[in-house]
C-alpha cells in the first residue's frame, strides 16, 4: 500500500492545525495585581465624573484628578491599566462599564436622560456655568 503525498500533506494539515488549537492559551496573563470587576467599575464611575471636569476647565492640567481616583481606591496606576489590558483583552469591560454606569446612575439619577441623548448623539456638550 503507498501512501501518497497528498494524504500526508492532509494528515500534517490536521496535526498542524490540532497542535495551533490546543497550544494556544490566553492571550494575556492575568495580572499580580488584578483589580476585582466591582472595584474596577467603581473606579470607572469616580474616573468618569472627574472627566467632566474637562468642560468646565478646559485649560487646566487635570491629571491630579485621575490620581487623587486612584489613591482613593488605593490603585497604583500600573495596576489599573494591566487590569484595564485583561479585562479588555477577556471582553469583560463591557460588563464592567455597564456597572460603571449604573453606579453613575445611583449617584446622579438625572444623568440618564444625558446619557441617552448623548447615545443617540443629539445633545452637545454642555455649558456648565462656575
Do not use: W
Not at 453606579?103 to 444625558?114: E, G, R, T, V
Amino acid at each position: 500500500m503507498e501512501i501518497n503525498n497528498q494524504q500526508i500533506m492532509k494528515k500534517l494539515v490536521f496535526i498542524f492545525v490540532m497542535l495551533c488549537m490546543f497550544s494556544c492559551g490566553d492571550y494575556i496573563d492575568k495580572p499580580k495585581n488584578l483589580i476585582e470587576p466591582d472595584a474596577m467599575a467603581e473606579i470607572l464611575a469616580d474616573l468618569a465624573i472627574t472627566d467632566q471636569a474637562v468642560i468646565i476647565y478646559q485649560n487646566k492640567n487635570l491629571e491630579a484628578g485621575t490620581r487623587f481616583v486612584l489613591k482613593t481606591h488605593k490603585v497604583k496606576s500600573e495596576d489599573f491599566v494591566e487590569s484595564f489590558k485583561y479585562y479588555v483583552v477577556k471582553d469583560k469591560m463591557k460588563d464592567i462599564a455597564d456597572q460603571a454606569k449604573e453606579i453613575i446612575l445611583q449617584k446622579d439619577p438625572k444623568a440618564d436622560k444625558y446619557i441617552q441623548n448623548k447615545l443617540k448623539g443629539t445633545l452637545p456638550a454642555p455649558i456648565l456655568e462656575k
